[in-house]
């Protein structure tokens, strides 16, 4: 990988994990805000894909939808099929930024979320020479 593209990769990776610790942060709050905790880890998620598939030499495209992120990213490296399992935090992308459709998960659903954001994580970063 060319210096120029690690600056970049480095940069997405900086984003991603500033939504991840945004996300743990907000859970030892006395009151967590469980909508925001996860949104910040679907938004960790589709970075940390969307930073591999920059490594790989593409350009992001514009979606919130994991599912099709770790197809693209199964297209280079097949065991990322196995982050279909991350695909729930899809829908914290748009539906928990609303009121159209209320709802507000309970922090347990919130710790589920931070912990496959970090499982998601720790799996992408080690297929990744920065």
Known sequence: MDEQLKTIVS?????????LKTAGHGLTADEPITDTICFH?????EKYLKMYLVSKGNDPFITHNLSILVAKCADYDPAFNELQRFDF?????VSLRYPDDFYMPEVEEAEEALTAARDARAFIVARIEI
Request: include cysteine; aromatic fraction near 10%.
């Open 89 to 93: 935090l899809t829908s914290y992308a």
């Open 11 to 19: 940069q997405w990776l900086i984003k991603a994990d500033n939504d």
């Open 41 to 45: 880890c679907q938004q960790a998620v």
